[in-house]
């Protein structure tokens, strides 16, 4: 009796062709990433459940692991859900033998067992980065972190994304400066976080119900309306309010963005945007986040920002640092959805040798180790018996762009012919010459 | 209370400097790979247990998963351990979409709950390599998957290495022609795997247990003898051997090997060897594993061979096919190990911009972004106020090899000063000029 052939639903895997431009996509990730000098680490998948679970929280969505003939681990283990659990857990045991500020990028699969909602996945990879410092971190910190998502994105031709930045001081610098409540600040900031989802109408509603002036509530929402503006009208804006820890995030967010604009950064790329929170507890400097302007439904691709500490549950030490996340299975569903990329081939190969007449079977393996050892993945028709039509259709079938013909003909004129299949055009290149350029 | 940071026990992970060496493998198998035409696949780490235990045989190194909180999946899942079993349900399920002979590639983790032994670890990684064929295989598929495993291992500059090669019909042929009776023979091959483990004289001892005729016994070890000819002296001999079955293996064998030695695998590297079985009921054809001369007891490095049928559990076709695994945990273990590999850099850096005089910052980073736009990985200082014995500290703990220095007179004369940290040279060079052959 026959299995059903199928993988787990939320668990995607791709066909060959999907593959290759997924592996594009983290090549290219990953040359932008040491280009800017962060090294690659990976860890394990797995974790003690006391390590994964070290943040606290909502714990509901860790993928447990038991033995199936019932054996006891000697520790409860689970898969990571994240990277920055396991960084926090890494950069705290190999404090020693690291080099602080640390810079490290990982890309990865994670795991968690959430509830399936359209475009999200139980299983999928993310890219992330992070500087770390012993210490005190730098404000240039800040910059290369978000200097490395922009270069990945234009190293990838994606050029209809806008990277929303922030400071954490700005806004709470801003609900300090109307006297809010301390306990109050959480709720409206996650309350104005939710603008783009809500509106303004229902969050002006939402802040009656949270603040008792409706003179601060106007001044919110007065606040908000900077939206509108040029990055730099908005920081001239910002600039203009009196309060010392808004201050400081103004200057940090200039600084920032100067830098950024400076390092090449096109200014349509990127949008200050006073409202954007990300969450409560962890960020402490600059934020941003990441949207196809064309797609925001397909959420954040990228996001990050400044923390205060790292590890403070493994280390007795001060690591604050800053980082980021490349969403890059949902980039890739972007990409592949939107026509952005479109598989074009299943296969790595350039040329296909075909065997017209099996007496030559030995210069057919000849010249396939020829292009091979020249760095053109090239092969070779497997089977001796085909007639060339249906060699061709191979070639054809897979996507490999060159097929190599030769025969009598050729070989007696100490040449061969590559027929390039989209066009049908054919030419003869003398044997042992480069044809690399003509390949592709 | 500080949670102890601790990766778990059989589950390795690295340093950076050592991990840049283990992406090294990585990129060279990969490129090896593809440039003989074969594609990448990955598949989720997760399948349904239904799947994973298809093959049947012991199911207890698997890890199931749970959900922390309870809830119960619609589905028992685990993770993979081999990427055969995952492979099968792959191109069973997506058979329609699949070009034949299907040449795939595959790198990733595997998991696998089994007793703790030296040299094993819990989670690996192997690198997977295989032609699926629809219907027939040709042998000329045998020559690629063993050629493909020697190109990976001159590339990575590895001279030590021994693949033994055989083919299973010849071992089978030659304990038939003995007239070893039909069910002794599994026992019989059993026990011949395991000569290199045991010694020749406990060999001979467990083989009169189980044949009555000490003439087979004798006949057995005189095969074995074999080992000490050349490969030519080794083929000659079997081909005097008269028995249809074995006679094609030898036939199977020869070609093999002679395709290898045009295909430029030096000879040196190949012994073929009628003592190997690689079990007993998967392989069907050419058989092969691979050792470190200098390090036999690493075990093997890469193995592999060719089956009948890869996915009968799940799909009702013929798809006979041949395979190859380089166990790359293994072979980074060795390469540390035995110093073929000596960790330099924890860091893809080249080059790190010092900030002598911090007003040239703005120069300083423009610097920055020159070498990465011309794709050398550069850093620069992140902190303002850092002594400059600080700063080039930092790049000798983490093996940046190149500073580049300029100040005041180095900006006064347009060009940047660039010290190799391990001699102490250092080169000025033109602002704007090119110095990548200088920093690689």
């Keep these: 009796m026959l299995i059903e052939p199928k993988n787990i639903s939320w668990f995607p895997e791709l066909l060959p062709e999907e593959r290759i431009i997924e592996l594009e996509i983290f090549d290219t990730i990953r040359r932008c990433y040491e280009c800017a000098g962060f090294v690659s680490v990976e860890t394990p998948a797995v ?15 860790i993928y447990a692991l038991h033995r199936l003939n019932g054996e006891q681990e000697d520790a ?3 898969l990571h859900f994240d990277l920055t659990v396991p960084i926090a857990r890494y950069v705290a045991q190999h404090y020693s033998q690291l080099s602080f500020p640390f810079r490290r990028y990982q890309i990865q699969k994670i795991w968690r067992g959430e509830r399936p909602q359209a475009g999200r996945a139980r299983e999928f990879t993310q890219a992330d980065i992070d500087i770390v410092a012993d210490g005190e971190l730098p404000l240039f910190a800040h910059v290369e972190v978000v200097a490395v998502i922009h270069s990945v994105f234009r ?3 994606f050029d209809t994304y806008v990277m929303r930045i922030n400071n954490r001081k700005i806004l709470r610098g801003f609900f300090e400066s109307l006297e809010i409540p301390e306990d109050t600040i959480p709720h409206v900031v ?19 119900t949270l603040l008792a002036s409706q003179m601060i509530v106007s001044s919110i929402l007065e606040y908000l309306g900077l939206r509108s503006l040029s990055n730099s009208e908005k920081l001239a804006y910002l600039e203009a309010i009196r309060h010392p820890l808004l201050a400081q995030g103004v200057i940090e967010l200039r600084e920032v963005y100067e830098r950024l604009i400076q390092m090449g950064v096109e200014e349509r790329f990127l949008s200050i945007d006073p409202a954007i929170a990300r969450g409560l507890d962890y960020y402490t400097g600059t934020i941003f986040e990441t949207f196809d302007v064309d797609n925001v439904s397909f959420g954040s691709l990228a996001s990050g920002g400044a923390y ?14 800053v980082g980021g996340s490349i969403g890059v299975t949902r980039l890739l569903q972007l990409f592949l959805q939107s026509g952005k990329r479109t598989p074009v081939a299943a296969t790595p190969t350039r040329v296909l040798i075909t065997r017209v007449q099996e007496e030559y079977i030995d210069r057919y393996v000849a010249l ?3 292009f091979r050892d020249a760095s053109i993945p090239a092969e070779i028709v497997l089977s001796a018996s085909q007639k060339i039509g249906k ?12 097929v190599l013909i030769a025969g009598e003909d050729e070989f007696a004129k100490n040449v061969v012919a590559i027929k390039k299949l989209k066009t049908g055009e054919t030419r003869e290149f003398a044997l042992g010459s ?3 350029e003509w390949l592709f």
């Design 47 to 61: 974790e003690r459940l006391e390590v994964l679970t070290s943040k606290g929280g909502d714990d509901s969505e």
């Design 76 to 78: 409860k283990l689970g």
């Design 155 to 157: 190293a990838l031709g």
């Design 190 to 208: 996650r309350t104005v976080d939710k603008v783009d989802k809500i509106g303004l109408s229902k969050l002006e509603q939402e802040l009656q």
């Design 308 to 321: 205060a500490d790292l590890a403070s549950h493994f280390i007795d030490r001060s690591l604050p640092g």
């Design 368 to 370: 396939l180790s020829g």
């Design 391 to 402: 060699q061709i259709a191979y070639a054809d079938k897979k996507g490999i762009p060159y």
């Design 434 to 436: 480069d044809m690399s």
